[in-house]
């Protein structure tokens, strides 16, 4: 960093040390050491003798000079010469004791073999004073030098004070790091505790909530970082919730076990994402049901380039299939995901370039590799998108798992998982018919499966929005708020439901292992949140204000552009009043909710390729509406022949 406000001689001389090699440095450190060491026998001679010493002879000056030669090699080899003096701890206190024992003793030897010719040695308390005043003057030099690059470090800092919420081991832990650094100065801690409020910890003051007002505007603090690691996702969102009122830019420190992945605490700040918000403590998922549809299995996922399918790709690949096939129609997506994996594992993994609409690609792909289970995340998912690219949705989404879950049928797959969404509950978009429409397809093939005892397992995991996919609010309106606003919003009353795609994923395994056929899942998604909320956090978060009629100097406006076509003020994730039982997983209940009959599946299929082969919109929108809200369907007698495509 480029000094700033330094124009005396002395920080002059100081930079220039500063910036001299390395071995330079050691070089004047080494020098100044045998000064200091040869100055500390002067004195000891001089304390023990009453009176200023002055060496007679040879031998006497030979035990003087002396003392910087036994030191410095001892020095060297126990490492006092690699520490960096600007940052030396206490620990090297350690290693100045060892040195200047191990040096004491061996001028001792010295000092005991050159007696002068009368049988004169030099006085037996000398060593011991040595030893004493050769260890202050080591250790107070070293610690001198600290201070003075520090003071001067000071003035590089960038003007940017910051309070750590949370005095506990990992607070104090941060303190002392960005004390080390240049781009926040710890001023404080805020903690809960009454016990520590106004007491200091390493020379900090700890505050207590009430007071954050005042000391922010005292001090001029722009940052807070919450360091409380151990809490739970609750009493995060509590303190994010109390300190995004203060228009300070909020930042946490990751949990325990992200620490112990041992990198510097300083560089694992992140920013509050909204994960932190919503108050989800997630459950440990059962190893049991996470391994039992994917180890030493051939597993197949479709859209793996997708952010569904290529963390599905991560997290399956962890749990030692016997072979992962990669599927995808997009070859950028795909060439990123397949290049990502293979540096990962030593599993044979497969990537596959095509659609999922074509038969034979996918029957070949099934029979020659004889996949045991499939994770069909492949579709269009973009509502606004799509509802002007409604062919091309209905293609993929509808006869794409048409046809997948059909060869997987005929090839004797053992598990196949369709990834649903919250859209195909009464469905309003095109989007969430067509994955109705894909879950009804899904429970044909398993009563189908059912019917032959072929043992097959037909399922499908409904849930919300997921944070970071593509498409996700969040990562939206973090550009918008970079560029300045507006955030656009499509309602002041829209709400939605959101997860982690970590957490997504891990629960879409453990349901496929749950699966006993013709299972509708449904993932615990928590409650609700307020889009325009959910907006307002993130402008707080980011140090800044709202700007409304009333806020005229804010930052960032919130505009609200409408509802656009096929979107909902609420998603939900039932269809049928009956409500949900509840599994083996706290975090996945199952559906219980209408079949359709083979007879009507396959007219209102042959409806949609008629609508499609015409060309005709209106009418494939009729057909797909007409059938995926209807919620008269029963279970009735099925043939042992599925519809054809």
Not at 299 to 324: K, Y
Not at 333 to 340: D, Y
Not at 501 to 518: D, F, K, M, R
Not at 618 to 633: A, E, G, K, S
């Amino acid at each position: 960093m480029t000094p700033r406000n330094r124009h005396s001689p002395f920080d002059h001389l100081l930079d220039l040390l500063v910036s001299l090699p390395r071995l330079q440095k050691q070089f004047i450190v080494l020098i100044s050491d045998s000064l200091l060491l040869t100055v500390g026998l002067w004195l000891s001679f001089s304390l023990r003798l009453g009176a200023w010493y002055v060496p007679e002879g040879i031998r006497q000056w030979f035990l003087l000079l002396v003392a910087p030669i036994i030191a410095v090699p001892i020095f060297v080899k126990l490492g006092l010469y690699r520490a960096i003096i600007r940052y030396v701890g206490d620990q090297v206190l350690w290693a100045i004791l060892k040195s200047m024992s191990l040096t004491a003793l061996i001028w001792a030897c010295f000092a005991f073999m050159l007696r002068t010719p009368d049988g004169q040695s030099a006085p037996r308390t000398v060593p011991w004073i040595f030893w004493l005043i050769g260890c202050g003057l080591i250790s107070s030099s070293r610690f001198f030098a600290r201070h003075l690059f520090s003071t001067t470090d000071t003035k590089n800092r960038l003007n940017r004070f910051v309070l750590i919420y949370g005095a506990g081991t990992a607070g104090r832990q941060l303190a002392a790091s960005l004390r080390k650094g240049f781009e926040l100065k710890p001023v404080g801690f805020v903690d809960d505790d009454p016990a520590l409020v106004g007491k200091e910890i390493d020379g900090l003051r700890v505050f207590s909530n009430e007071s954050l007002p005042s000391i922010i505007k005292k001090v001029g603090i722009k940052d807070i970082i919450v360091t409380l690691s151990s809490a739970s996702n609750k009493r995060k969102r509590e303190v994010v919730q109390l300190l995004e009122k203060l228009s300070v830019k909020v930042r946490i420190l990751p949990s325990v076990s992200s620490i112990a992945q041992g990198r510097h605490l300083v560089n694992m700040i992140r920013e509050v994402d909204i994960g932190d918000l919503l108050g989800r403590d997630p459950v440990s998922p059962d190893p049991v049901l996470l391994g039992r549809c994917v180890q030493g299995k051939n597993v197949l996922v479709t859209g793996a380039g997708g952010s569904i399918g290529s963390e599905l790709c991560r997290q399956l690949l962890a749990l030692n299939p016997a072979r992962l096939l990669l599927m995808d129609s997009n070859e950028a997506a795909l060439f990123q995901i397949h290049r990502t994996l293979i540096s990962q594992t030593d599993t044979e993994v497969i990537p596959v370039l095509g659609s999922t609409t074509d038969q034979s690609l996918v029957t070949h792909l099934l029979t020659h590799f004889q996949v045991n289970t499939v994770y069909h995340a492949a579709a269009h998912k973009h509502v606004a998108l799509i509802e002007r690219n409604v062919f091309e949705c209905v293609r993929n989404n509808v006869f794409g798992t048409f046809i997948f879950s059909q060869a997987a049928y005929q090839t004797g797959v053992s598990t196949f998982v369709l990834i649903s969404t919250d859209k195909a509950v009464r469905p309003t978009s095109v989007m969430g018919a067509t994955k109705r429409f894909s879950e009804l397809i899904i429970q044909n093939f398993d009563r189908l499966s059912k019917k032959t005892e072929q043992g097959q397992v037909f399922c499908a995991v409904r849930f919300g929005n997921v944070l970071g996919s593509s498409g996700s609010v969040v990562p939206i309106f973090k550009e918008q708020i970079a560029q300045g606003g507006p955030i656009t919003v499509t309602h002041p009353e829209v709400t939605r439901y959101f997860m982690s795609i970590h957490e997504a994923v891990e629960l879409v395994i453990q349901a496929g292992s749950l699966a006993e056929g013709g299972d509708l899942f449904l993932l615990d998604m928590g409650e609700p949140v307020k889009i325009v909320d959910l907006a307002r956090n993130m402008i707080s978060l980011a140090g800044l204000k709202e700007k409304t009629d009333l806020e005229s100097d804010g930052d960032i406006e919130i505009a609200f552009i409408g509802l656009r076509p096929g979107e909902k003020l609420h998603e939900e994730l039932l269809i049928g009043a009956d409500g949900a039982k509840g599994t083996l997983h706290p975090k996945i209940l199952k559906a219980q909710e209408p079949y359709v009959s083979e007879a009507d599946l396959s007219q209102f299929m042959e409806g949609l390729r008629t609508a499609i082969a015409q060309q005709d919109e209106q009418t494939l929108r009729d057909i797909l509406f007409n059938f995926t809200q209807r919620t008269d369907f029963r279970i009735n007698r099925m043939s042992p022949t599925p519809p054809t495509t």
